[in-house]
């Protein structure tokens, strides 16, 4: 410092300890060359807990921490000797407790004393405030860089002021070259090289478009903007970015911060999901069979189409969301179901159900046979997520079933029984007979037979009758008329006995007729000539009126031990005995 730029000694606690009157609790000390205290002044009587009146003379190196005192004779070192006109130094000083405290100092020296003009400040409390902030802010800091999602802040002039190592991997870019110049800068410097930013529908993005800009433009809060980020030769890389403003006390944006998501695989999965649910619900609604599925709760979740016309719904009902009912559901044997035989709720329940057969009825009346399979959805740890049911369409299958089986047991002309299920219905009614008969087969219709009592015995009557002159027919008229003929034949045949009773075609122009019977003997001869007379009356065939005789042969049993064939045999013995015997009337009446 020049002399002529000294202040006077008037001036002493003016310009040059401005600082002192600046800081009203503060103390002023005047320090030797040799370090003693000669004076200390200060507002309070007390200085750090010290008596002010016995400081002088004391050695202030002695005041200080053993570790900043080197650094503090250097400093006092320097301004003795003019190296320096002001030092500012932060120490820990010994309080009268014995406990250090933190101070400042702000050291001049005194052209006009050998010596060195001390300004003291404590800064305890001050520094404390400041570690603690420096701590939150190292925790702050280290929250940000360990989150996945990218952090950027801005001040108020766009200026940005942090980011974490997550926007850098995020955008590949380098912090240093980001920090500190402003984001609207940054945004336009990219696009250049190649960069691109797009919103949803892939239009181009201006940069002051961006959320973090007008978040800190218009204070406004963002949320869920999606944008595409790509750089040359890379694929997009989608981001979902929520921005806030940061406003002062009176409401003004001073900064804004922004986090960045990246939500490129979630997009993708999603695409790939819409896409997978897109072809289920194709495949849903081309499948012949009905699907219905329900949720943990039992709530339906699935009802293709199928399934609604197998319901029989009408277009504006919506069975989604509705729990499984038992309306319209019947047994095979059509019997309502209760809610509980809903085949999804005995699939929620846990059951495995396979090919079990039911009736769904539908509005109109309409009812479809189906065949229903289902069991329980569970998640990998076996968790139950809901139920799901296939049902099958079998109303044609079982139609075209029981047509075969019918084939199988009927003659395909008449629809009368054929010889297998002849058979079968001649074992039956034998079987139900009552123990006790001879088991002998007797003879033709004519004989006597009588229990012990002198009643009639009960059992089974066997009829075998034979077309006369048939082949006539056929060979006059033709086959169609003959078939004709044989139909005719069968629906008299049924007409003149009871549902419960059996009649058969064997072939040809032969027929069975099979009758349980009460009163033996005099039964089988009134069945007899029920039968002879219902055939004997004229037929209209194809415009022509045609009569048609036929020989009718029976036998009675009431033993439980007969075979069938048998029977069958002795029947065409007392049918040909008949035959015979009218053909030697008929030459009787020409002789």
């Not at 499948?287 to 009408?314: S, W």
């Amino acid at each position: 410092m020049n002399p002529e730029d000294r202040p006077g000694p008037g001036r002493w606690g003016s310009e040059r300890f401005r600082s002192v009157e600046e800081h009203l609790f503060d103390a002023e000390m005047v320090i030797a060359p040799d370090g003693s205290i000669i004076r200390v002044a200060a507002q309070g009587d007390t200085l750090f807990g010290h008596d002010l009146a016995g400081a002088s003379g004391q050695d202030v190196f002695a005041l200080v921490a053993a570790d900043d005192v080197p650094a503090l004779r250097r400093s006092f070192d320097d301004l003795l000797h003019h190296r320096r006109l002001v030092t500012v130094m932060a120490l820990r000083a010994m309080g009268s407790d014995g406990g250090w405290i933190d101070v400042e100092i702000v050291g001049a020296n005194h052209p006009e004393i050998a010596g060195v003009v001390v300004h003291v400040r404590d800064i305890t409390e001050r520094k404390r405030l400041e570690e603690r902030i420096h701590e939150a802010e190292r925790r702050h800091s280290l929250i940000i860089e360990s989150l996945v999602d990218g952090v950027m802040m801005i001040d108020r002039s766009g200026a940005v002021v942090r980011m974490n190592r997550a926007v850098e991997r995020m955008f590949g870019t380098d912090r240093a070259r980001v920090m500190g110049r402003r984001f609207v800068d940054v945004l336009a410097h990219v696009a250049p090289d190649g960069n691109e930013t797009v919103d949803e529908h892939g239009r181009p993005v201006a940069p002051d478009e961006h959320p973090l800009l007008v978040s800190l433009r218009t204070g406004r809060r963002l949320t869920g903007v999606v944008y595409g980020v790509s750089r040359p030769g890379e694929d997009l890389v989608w981001i979902r970015i929520n921005s806030q403003a940061i406003v002062d006390g009176d409401g003004d944006p001073i900064g804004a911060v922004a986090s960045f998501i990246d939500i490129t695989e979630a997009r993708r999965a999603t695409a790939e999901l819409h896409a997978e649910q897109r072809f289920l619900q194709v495949l849903l609604g081309n499948l012949e069979e009905g699907i219905v599925a329900c949720d943990g709760d039992g709530r339906i979740t699935v009802f293709n189409p199928a399934a609604r016309r197998l319901h029989g719904l009408r277009p504006e009902s919506q069975p989604i969301g509705k729990f499984p009912a038992a309306r319209g559901l019947r047994r095979v044997d059509g019997s309502p179901m209760d809610a509980e035989e809903n085949p999804l709720r005995r699939a929620l329940a846990g059951e495995r159900l396979r090919d079990v057969e039911m009736i769904l009825e539908a509005r109109s009346g309409e009812r479809r046979r189906v065949s229903v399979n289902g069991q329980t959805l569970v998640d990998p740890a076996g968790a139950k997520l809901g139920a799901v049911v296939a049902i099958r369409d079998v109303t044609e299958q079982k139609r075209n079933e029981e047509r075969l089986a019918e084939m199988a047991l009927h003659d395909p002309l008449t629809g009368l029984a054929n010889r297998t299920l002849l058979a079968e219905r001649m074992r039956a009614v034998i079987e139900g007979l009552p123990e006790g008969g001879t088991g002998e087969v007797p003879p033709a219709v004519g004989a006597d037979f009588r229990d012990g009592d002198g009643g009639t015995l009960p059992g089974v009557a066997v009829f075998l009758l034979d077309l006369d002159d048939f082949k006539n027919i056929n060979d006059a008229l033709g086959h169609d008329v003959g078939d004709d003929v044989l139909v005719a034949v069968s629906k008299r045949l049924l007409a003149v006995v009871r549902p419960t009773d059996t009649v058969a075609r064997l072939g040809g122009d032969e027929f069975v007729v099979v009758c349980e019977v009460k009163r033996g003997d005099e039964e089988l001869r009134r069945i007899a000539a029920r039968i002879d007379g219902a055939l004997a009356e004229p037929y209209r065939i194809d415009g022509r009126t045609l009569t048609v005789a036929a020989s009718v042969g029976g036998v009675l049993v009431a033993d439980r031990g007969v075979e069938p064939s048998k029977l069958l045999s002795r029947a065409d013995d007392a049918m040909y005995a008949v035959k015979w015997s009218r053909r030697q009337e008929r030459r009787s009446m020409v002789d």
